[in-house]
T-cell receptor, first 108, second 121 residues
Framework: SYVLTQPPSVSVAPGQTARITCGGV??????VHWYQQRAGQAPVLVVY???DRPSGIPERISGSKSEITAALTISRVDAGDEADYYC???????????FGGGTKLTVL | QVRLVESGGGVVLPGRSLRLSCAAS????????MHWVRQAPGKGLEWVTI????????YYADSVKGRFTVSRDNSNNALYLEMDGLRPDDTAVFYC?????????WGCGSWGQGTLVTVSS
């Protein structure tokens, strides 16, 4: 089955930029969605279709993608960004959605 | 304002059944695909199932195929998950989520707060 690989953790100082990666076979050909889940809360969609942001998501959160890796970039990180982040794609071979294992973002 | 409220969770014996419900409001329910996603304690997100806007198309994770059944009642703005043959590894918070599109391929744009299912003897 299709696998998405994320680093377990990323740490950044306040005001710096965090970059969270998501790797998978032929990910360049898939639409990637990203979710933020703060502790004790339900997930929130922060990026869909690789680069688009739902209304209410600040511009300092952005998505990008190459042929082999998708990435979520958060600029000017603050304490409120501390959360788990998950990438997601549709696996058209298995006909199911797949989540990455999640990345815990720690603001130092 | 989109609102999704799950119910039906609880403690259940292994092998038994449970039915989860999700009450939707604040949007035209019949125009959107709907998902169930679960999260075991301390673990990551696991997608469970998707149902299209008209209820005619469904997909399931391999881990629940043949045991779980998703359905919807568009006249009552409700989503359901019938879970049979429950196992201890089904223990999780179950979230219902609204897709951005009709068929369920655009991402989970809105989520409920979840309902906890505990499978234990």
């Amino acid at each position: 089955s299709y696998v998405l690989t994320q680093p377990p953790s990323v740490s950044v100082a306040p005001g710096q930029t965090a970059r969270i990666t998501c790797g998978g076979v032929n990910i360049g050909r898939k639409s990637v969605h990203w979710y933020q889940q703060r502790a004790g809360q339900a997930p929130v969609l922060v990026v869909y279709d690789d680069i688009d942001r739902p209304s209410g998501i600040p511009e300092r959160i952005s998505g990008s993608k190459s042929e082999i890796t998708a990435a979520l970039t958060i600029s000017r990180v603050d304490a409120g960004d501390e959360a788990d982040y998950y990438c997601q794609v549709w696996d058209s071979v298995g006909d199911h959605w797949v989540f990455g294992g999640g990345t815990k973002l720690t603001v130092l | 304002q989109v609102r999704l409220v799950e119910s039906g969770g609880g403690v259940v014996l292994p092998g038994r059944s449970l039915r989860l419900s999700c009450a939707a409001s604040g949007f035209t329910f019949s125009n959107y695909g709907m998902h169930w996603v679960r999260q075991a304690p301390g673990k990551g997100l696991e997608w469970v199932t998707i149902i299209s806007d008209d209820g005619k198309t469904t997909y399931y994770a391999d881990s629940v195929k043949g045991r779980f059944t998703v359905s919807r009642d568009n006249s009552n703005n409700a989503l359901y998950l019938e879970m049979d043959g429950l196992r201890p590894d089904d223990t999780a918070v179950f979230y219902c989520a609204k897709d951005l599109g009709r068929d369920g391929f655009w991402g989970c744009g809105s989520w409920g707060q979840g309902t906890l299912v505990t499978v234990s003897s």
